[in-house]
């Protein structure tokens, strides 16, 4: 069991960090985005849109090896200080096997987000020891 003292604390936000917003399980629109964009903006922050986030296949936003290529990038880019994922539902767990966490782990950065983002908080947080916020 992991003692919440021992976690590797990614560094804390601060203006003008970018910001990335992912959908690594269910579709996103635009106009879904557009809020959090705002929300992300008025922080501060510099939001990141990868190419591709508005991919759809079927309920999710992408295929799998596409959801998994865009969340690597933004796990191995040293300019992004964040990934947000932008919503739930099934599908992380089809993808965070496929993951290499190798640079995220040398270049921790604050992985944000709920329901089934869960398996990929709980991944680097047993396999890692690095802190997430869900």
Not at 46 to 73: E, K, M
Not at 100 to 119: C, E, H, L, M, Q
Request: aromatic share 8%; glycine share 6%; hydrophobic share 45%.
């Amino acid at each position: 069991m992991f003692n919440v003292d021992m976690l590797i604390v990614p560094p804390y936000l601060k203006r003008g960090d970018r910001v990335a917003v992912v959908a690594n399980a269910r579709k996103v629109s635009a106009a879904e985005i557009a809020p959090t964009v705002k929300l992300l903006t008025s922080w501060g922050l510099q939001p990141v849109i990868p190419d591709g986030l508005y991919a759809a296949d079927h309920q999710f936003a992408g295929t799998d090896s596409h959801r998994a290529a865009i969340l690597q990038q933004c796990l191995d880019d040293h300019s992004i200080h964040a990934v947000f994922c932008a919503r739930g539902g099934y599908g992380t767990v089809r993808i965070v096997d496929s993951l290499d966490f190798s640079a995220f782990a040398r270049n921790p950065k604050w992985i944000v987000g709920y329901s089934d983002v869960t398996v990929l908080h709980s991944h680097v947080r047993r396999t890692l020891g690095i802190a997430t916020l869900h």
